[in-house]
């Protein structure tokens, strides 16, 4: 069983920037598609991004701002996140093995998740 551990979060005002990060339990980068949801209060988990084979997608919401990185043999993934808007507050999930399921994307794995906050 894959156990991702997050964390990173934290209040920031418009503008700024957060990085979060990801730990892995056992070797999943060369396994799995490996990547960031988010979830707002009151809303469904998002897709953020994701990273497989040494290449990054990204939601239309955050390209150009957000970047995903992975040091496999480190077993560790971060999302550096700039330029943040308050619509970008959210708590953020480490996911592994993300697959599209017919409706949307989703993962198997899950981390507990980040509290990401952005004040105007």
């Known amino acids: 069983q894959v156990q991702l551990v997050d964390s990173g979060g934290g209040l920031v005002q418009a503008g700024g920037s957060l990085r979060l990060s990801c730990a892995a339990s056992?070797?999943?980068?060369?396994?799995?598609?490996m990547g960031w949801f988010r979830q707002a209060p009151g809303k469904g988990r998002d897709f953020v991004a994701r990273w497989r084979s040494g290449t990054a997608y990204y939601a239309d919401s955050v390209k150009g701002r957000f970047t995903i990185s992975v040091d496999s043999p480190k077993n560790t993934m971060w999302l550096q996140m700039n330029g943040l808007k308050p619509e970008d507050t959210a708590r953020y999930y480490c996911?592994?093995?993300?697959?599209?399921?017919?409706?949307?994307?989703?993962?198997?794995?899950w981390g507990q998740g980040t509290q990401v906050t952005v004040s105007s």
């Open positions: 996911a592994g093995s993300i697959y599209y399921n017919g409706n949307n994307w989703t993962a198997t794995y």
């Open positions: 056992e070797r999943t980068f060369s396994s799995y598609a």
